[in-house]
């Protein structure tokens, strides 16, 4: 009898240890918001933040910025490796400015699961500033699959800098600012007010995954712009905007952007370039195994003309494109001007050189394909057309190429026929 007795306490000690150890798990997942949370258990210390834990709401309506900035000043100021964790929900917030140096954390990974969205009280932004901005932090991941929306619409018709070279800018979604070392991954970006992404004074930057869209009709919406920033790396990414898709500005070197699909948009610009005083040079540029659709540019570099200063754009690769039925697939523009009329017509100071386009195929829009317009007063140099295929998508015409000032040479199939 005795031993029956004992029996049945073994059982019952079993019970309720697999009971703590289920429910105290399932406990534990949700005191951080999600369902399972990887922390690295062999770093000398992790630690785990919660907006919620902070006070967010998670409703949508009530402002959350201030559970954003507590979360992740307490983040910043941890040790070791970090983990901040937005769960599920929608959060309104912002400006937020997420700022380092983190000086301790060797590692801060942002768990991005929720949906946020963007204040439209346009008075609450600073002039060009962002709607999130991350500024002088090493080793950030930011993944998630969550979604920042930048309620762009009720902005867009306070947009005057089609018309006034001097406009006010509107604020950029997601804005790094000289960041090392920097992860995103499988996030969206949707209706920015002005660009969705801006990647100013970085260096060894990744983003991979990523969908970004505003309607076509939207200004200034460009999906990713970089500014003098060094080894940056993008891919598999869909964006389809009413701007650049990828806009490449001065300053920039060591930059590879492979497998984007980009439409509608103006397709991946280098540029503008040469607007202001003492622009940085961009070279090391490969931009590979793209498909473009439906945009008003395929691949296009842009130089204003009567550049306050010199600068160049050298050693450029772009291979492996599909272009349907776009506008003009292959375009230098040296004389740019996005306004209604340009007081100047001096030519470019940005001198462009080894440019390499390669095995570019598809569709094009309009009877002119290819379009090398360069600088009278700097030509072009060793530029390369290499396998070059592109059909007018109406095929009734066939299509031709235009060039001016530029030093071209051609290689393989040329449809359209070489410039010269």
Request: charged share 20%; aromatic share 8%.
């Amino acid at each position: 009898m005795s031993l029956d007795y004992s029996f049945v306490r073994l059982l019952l000690l079993l019970s309720l240890f697999c009971f703590q150890c289920v429910f105290g798990r399932e406990r534990a997942a949700d005191s951080v918001g999600l369902q399972t949370i990887n922390v690295d258990h062999k770093a000398k210390s992790s630690f785990v933040f919660n907006v919620k834990s902070f006070g967010a709401k998670a409703d949508g309506q009530t402002d959350d910025s201030k559970a954003f900035t507590a979360a992740w000043k307490e983040a910043c100021q941890s040790k070791g490796r970090v983990h901040l964790i937005i769960p599920r929900g929608k959060y309104m917030v912002g400006p937020l400015k997420f700022s380092g140096p983190c000086r301790n954390v060797s590692a801060l990974n942002l768990r991005m699961n929720g949906y946020l969205k963007a204040t439209t009280e346009l008075s609450k932004y600073e002039f060009g500033g962002g709607w999130i901005q991350f500024a002088w932090t090493k080793g950030l991941t930011l993944t998630g699959g969550g979604t920042f929306d930048g309620q762009g619409a009720k902005a867009w018709l306070h947009n005057k800098c089609s018309k006034d070279s001097n406009c006010k800018l509107l604020p950029t979604s997601l804005k790094f600012i000289g960041m090392n070392k920097t992860v995103i991954r499988g996030i969206s970006s949707v209706n920015s007010k002005f660009f969705h992404i801006a990647v100013v004074d970085c260096h060894y930057f990744k983003g991979s995954k990523l969908k970004i869209q505003a309607p076509e009709t939207s200004p200034n919406t460009d999906g990713i712009h970089i500014e003098r920033s060094s080894s940056v790396y993008f891919s598999s990414s869909h964006i389809a905007t009413g701007d650049d898709c990828i806009s490449v500005g001065e300053g920039n070197s060591h930059v590879t952007i492979t497998s984007i699909a980009c439409g509608p948009g103006h397709g991946i610009s280098v540029g503008s370039l040469g607007k202001y005083p003492n622009e940085g040079d961009v070279s090391g540029l490969v931009v590979r195994d793209c498909t473009i659709s439906g945009t008003t540019n395929g691949i296009r570099i842009k130089t204003w003309a009567n550049s306050p200063g010199r600068s160049a754009a050298t050693n450029m690769t772009f291979t492996n494109f599909v272009m349907t039925n776009v506008t003009n697939p292959i375009i230098i523009d040296q004389l740019y001007c996005p306004f209604r009329s340009c007081a100047s017509k001096t030519p470019s100071n940005v001198k462009l050189s080894d440019i390499y386009f390669k095995n570019i195929r598809g569709t094009s829009s309009s009877q002119v394909a290819v379009a090398l317009e360069c600088s009278k007063g700097i030509p072009c140099q060793n530029i390369y057309l290499e396998d070059v295929h592109l059909n007018l998508a109406s095929g009734k015409k066939e299509v031709t190429s235009t060039c001016s000032n530029v030093k071209a040479k051609f290689i393989g199939t040329q449809i359209p026929p070489p410039c010269t």
